[in-house]
C-alpha cells in the first residue's frame, strides 16, 4: 500500500517490559511524527524527525521514551520499563516537504498499546 | 492546558441537514489550523485547513470559518451524509514550530439515515 504502515496493530506489554513500535512512512516522505492518543482525547505530539534528524522531542513524556530513525525512513519508537498510563494508541504521521510551510500530515492507523 | 478545545463531546444530525462543528483556542501563536476525520481502527484522515490569513475556505461540502478575534474556529458540513460518522479532531500550528500540530479532544459525530 502507498500509506503509512504501523506494526504491530497491537501490543500487551507486562509493567516493566521493554516495548519496540515501528512505523513506514510514505516513501519519499521527509518528515515523521509520533504522537500518542490516550482513550477518549486527541493525539499528542510526541516527536518530530526531519529525515534521519530528530529536531523536537519536546513532548516525548519521560526518559523512557525513545525515538530513531537512522536511515531517514522507517522509524522506531521504544518504551522503556512499560508503566500503566503508558497505555494509549501511538500513531505515527508523515509529509514532504515542499515549499509550503506547512504540509499535510497523513498517519497509519496506529499501534494500540496496553500495559498490564 | 488544553490550548485546543472542542467542547462538545457528540453532536447528532439527519441526513441532508447542516452539521456544524466548533472549536476554540487559546494560543495566540496559532496561525493555521485543521480539520481531521478519524474512523474506528484508522489513523486521522486530513479534511480540510486554513490559514489565519483568511476566514473561510470552502471546499465541496466542507466549509471552515476562522475567527481570529474570538480565536474560534468551525467546521460546516452540508448536507450530512451517514458516511460522515466519525470522530472530528480540530488541530492548530503556530508557524515557529515548524508542523507539530496540537489537537482538540475531537467531536463524535453521528449522522442519521
Known amino acids: 500500500g502507498a500509506g503509512v504502515s504501523q506494526s504491530p496493530r497491537y501490543k500487551v506489554a507486562k509493567r516493566g517490559q521493554d516495548v519496540a513500535l515501528r512505523c513506514d512512512p510514505i516513501?519519499?516522505?521527509?518528515?515523521l511524527f509520533w504522537y500518542q492518543q490516550a482513550l477518549g482525547q486527541g493525539p499528542e505530539f510526541l516527536t518530530y524527525?526531519?529525515?534521519?534528524?530528530?529536531?523536537?522531542k519536546s513532548g516525548l513524556p519521560s526518559d523512557r521514551f525513545f525515538a530513531e530513525r537512522p536511515e531517514g525512513s522507517v522509524s522506531t519508537l521504544k518504551i522503556q520499563r512499560t508503566q500503566q498510563e503508558d497505555s494509549a494508541v501511538y500513531l505515527c504521521a508523515s509529509s514532504h516537504i515542499r515549499l509550503a510551510r506547512l504540509e499535510t500530515q497523513y498517519f497509519g492507523p496506529g499501534t494500540r498499546l496496553l500495559v498490564l | 492546558d488544553q490550548q485546543v478545545k472542542q467542547n462538545s463531546p457528540s453532536l447528532s444530525v439527519q441526513e441532508g441537514r447542516i452539521s456544524i462543528l466548533n472549536c476554540d483556542y487559546t494560543n495566540s501563536m496559532f496561525d493555521y489550523f485543521l480539520w481531521y476525520k478519524k474512523y474506528p481502527a484508522e489513523g486521522p484522515t486530513f479534511l480540510i485547513s486554513?490559514?489565519?490569513?483568511?476566514d473561510k475556505n470552502e471546499d465541496g461540502r466542507f466549509t471552515v470559518f476562522l475567527n481570529k478575534s474570538a480565536k474560534h474556529l468551525s467546521l460546516h458540513i452540508v448536507p450530512s451524509q451517514p458516511g460522515d460518522s466519525a470522530v472530528y479532531f480540530c488541530a492548530a500550528s503556530p508557524e515557529t514550530s515548524g508542523s507539530r500540530l496540537t489537537f482538540g479532544e475531537g467531536t463524535q459525530l453521528t449522522v442519521n439515515p
Open positions: 486554513i490559514s489565519s490569513i483568511k
Open positions: 524527525f526531519q529525515n534521519e534528524a530528530q529536531l523536537d
Open positions: 516513501s519519499g516522505h521527509v518528515s
